[in-house]
């Protein structure tokens, strides 16, 4: 699967605990759609563990909850792969002396007790496990965003107390285990050590890496291309190499790996270019990906992928992510305008996948349950036009490409 990272649930570090719309969002169901509906199921969301918990080993904060389930609602009526993750870096903030002071998971026996141990960090999945190992929405759990310079903790024993106490509390949905030193795909094996290192009972987990490609693999593209291109070799492969050693890590290893985190600038088509090829050598690799960052309040970010102008324009890097997509997948479209995510009844749409052939009907359920068959208005391989029935219902739409009577693609959107 190939999806996005929504950013905005674990902004504002100075503003602890925040306001929800002010300080952080947690977006809103159509940002589930418009993902849904360009053939982009997998969503990795990020939160604070302060404001989700603001005492260490206490309750989850009731409405910062809230918030969070509400997502894995809309997640689950889109059809979306909900990831959940804590986006602080291995650390947690507490309030001394009027400020909050930030401090890294550390449990080290030989030293004093130390303020947030691994056991505070599995006290937070064991709670966020009774909430979602039941729910729907939520496809799996990622333990912690980019944990790095841990100190004396160890990131290795850390994450393994965090599988245990998910796998105790009888949950076996999927666990991502980041890595450490930002979970640098370059730096792989490097950081994390040349064996895995996770015991999991339920055999449920994937190792999460990042893969930027400024020099400094922080993501911030603070250089232009052509600056780039005069300190490093063949540019246009640089996301290969610096994926590779994970690739290589998890296959020597015989595990599964996901990549957490790429992006580029989508202003130079050149950066594209770089995207491209590593996507194409990470999805040959069996790894599914999930493209940083889009969201509600991102549309100005320089590597964002948040479509423009009230979710009618698709930025570049979408359609390098469709073409890397497996057979199967439709995306639907305005016929108009080449983009939008919800359409109105009646409306002229094109469904496009490499999975539609020329022969190819549309069937289409909307949300009261109602089966429809358009009729085509043109068609061509992998692109077909039709008219949306004036009497389908609000909500969900299921789509799906028949070819002989059976499913050649699937998908959706919103009406």
Same mark, same amino acid.
């Given at each position: 699967?190939?999806?996005?990272?929504?950013?905005?649930?674990?902004?504002?570090?100075?503003?602890?605990?925040?306001?929800?719309?002010?300080?952080?969002?947690?977006?809103?169901?159509?940002?589930?759609?418009?993902?849904?509906?360009?053939?982009?199921?997998?969503?990795?969301?990020?939160?604070?563990?302060?404001?989700?918990?603001?005492?260490?080993?206490?309750?989850?904060?009731?409405?910062?909850?809230?918030?969070?389930?509400?997502?894995?609602?809309?997640?689950?009526?889109?059809?979306?792969?909900?990831?959940?993750?804590?986006?602080?870096?291995?650390?947690?903030?507490?309030?001394? &002396?009027?400020?909050?002071?930030?401090?890294?998971?550390?449990?080290?026996?030989?030293?004093?007790?130390?303020?947030?141990?691994?056991?505070?960090?599995?006290?937070?999945?064991?709670?966020?496990?009774?909430?979602?190992?039941?729910?729907?929405?939520?496809?799996?759990?990622?333990?912690?965003?980019?944990?790095?310079?841990?100190?004396?903790?160890?990131?290795?024993?850390?994450?393994?107390?965090?599988?245990?106490?998910?796998?105790?509390?009888?949950?076996?949905?999927?666990?991502?285990?980041?890595?450490?030193?930002?979970?640098?795909?370059?730096?792989?094996?490097?950081?994390?050590?040349?064996?895995?290192?996770? &015991?999991?009972?339920?055999?449920?987990?994937?190792?999460?890496?990042?893969?930027?490609?400024?020099?400094?693999?922080?993501?911030?593209?603070?250089?232009?291309?052509?600056?780039?291109?005069?300190?490093?070799?063949?540019?246009?492969?640089?996301?290969?190499?610096?994926?590779?050693?994970?690739?290589?890590?998890?296959?020597? &290893?015989?595990?599964?790996?996901?990549?957490?985190?790429?992006?580029?600038?989508?202003?130079?088509?050149?950066?594209?270019?770089?995207?491209? &090829?590593?996507?194409?050598?990470?999805?040959?690799?069996?790894?599914?990906?999930?493209?940083?960052?889009?969201?509600?309040?991102?549309?100005?970010?320089?590597?964002?992928?948040?479509?423009?102008?009230?979710?009618?324009?698709?930025?570049?890097?979408?359609?390098?992510?469709?073409k890397h997509l497996p057979a199967g997948w439709i995306a639907t479209n305005s016929a108009v305008t080449g983009s939008g995510y919800s359409f109105d009844p009646g409306s002229l749409v094109t469904a496009s996948g490499p999975g539609i052939a020329v022969d190819t009907q549309i069937e289409l359920t909307d949300s009261a349950g109602a089966i429809w068959t358009p009729a085509i208005v043109a068609s061509s391989p992998g692109l077909i036009t039709y008219t949306l029935p004036p009497a389908l219902a609000p909500g969900l739409v299921r789509v799906r490409a028949l070819s002989d009577g059976a499913v050649a693609a699937a998908g959706h959107f919103a009406s």
């Amino acid at each position: 699967m190939l999806g996005v990272n929504l950013s905005g649930a674990e902004w504002g570090d100075e503003n602890l605990p925040g306001q929800h719309g002010t300080h952080y969002t947690f977006h809103s169901q159509r940002s589930y759609q418009y993902w849904a509906s360009k053939a982009l199921g997998l969503v990795r969301l990020g939160f604070r563990w302060e404001r989700l918990q603001p005492e260490l080993f206490g309750p989850l904060d009731a409405a910062y909850l809230a918030l969070l389930r509400q997502s894995a609602l809309w997640a689950r009526n889109s059809a979306v792969q909900l990831i959940i993750q804590p986006h602080n870096f291995g650390r947690y903030r507490i309030l001394e &002396n009027g400020a909050h002071r930030e401090h890294v998971i550390d449990d080290h026996p030989l030293f004093a007790k130390p303020r947030v141990t691994r056991h505070a960090f599995a006290d937070l999945w064991t709670r966020l496990s009774r909430e979602f190992r039941d729910d729907a929405g939520v496809y799996g759990y990622d333990l912690m965003n980019e944990p790095h310079d841990m100190g004396r903790g160890d990131w290795r024993r850390i994450s393994q107390c965090a599988v245990d106490a998910i796998r105790a509390a009888g949950d076996g949905k999927l666990i991502l285990v980041p890595g450490d030193a930002w979970s640098s795909s370059a730096k792989w094996a490097a950081a994390n050590g040349p064996v895995s290192w996770i &015991n999991d009972p339920a055999g449920n987990f994937q190792y999460e890496a990042h893969c930027y490609f400024d020099r400094d693999g922080s993501g911030k593209y603070a250089h232009s291309y052509d600056e780039e291109a005069a300190l490093i070799a063949d540019l246009p492969h640089y996301g290969q190499r610096r994926v590779a050693p994970f690739i290589e890590w998890c296959r020597a &290893n015989g595990v599964r790996g996901y990549l957490g985190e790429v992006g580029a600038p989508w202003e130079d088509a050149r950066w594209l270019e770089v995207l491209d &090829n590593t996507l194409e050598t990470v999805t040959q690799a069996g790894m599914d990906a999930t493209y940083w960052a889009a969201g509600e309040w991102w549309e100005e970010y320089k590597i964002g992928i948040q479509p423009l102008q009230n979710f009618t324009v698709d930025r570049p890097q979408l359609a390098l992510l469709q073409k890397h997509l497996p057979a199967g997948w439709i995306a639907t479209n305005s016929a108009v305008t080449g983009s939008g995510y919800s359409f109105d009844p009646g409306s002229l749409v094109t469904a496009s996948g490499p999975g539609i052939a020329v022969d190819t009907q549309i069937e289409l359920t909307d949300s009261a349950g109602a089966i429809w068959t358009p009729a085509i208005v043109a068609s061509s391989p992998g692109l077909i036009t039709y008219t949306l029935p004036p009497a389908l219902a609000p909500g969900l739409v299921r789509v799906r490409a028949l070819s002989d009577g059976a499913v050649a693609a699937a998908g959706h959107f919103a009406s």
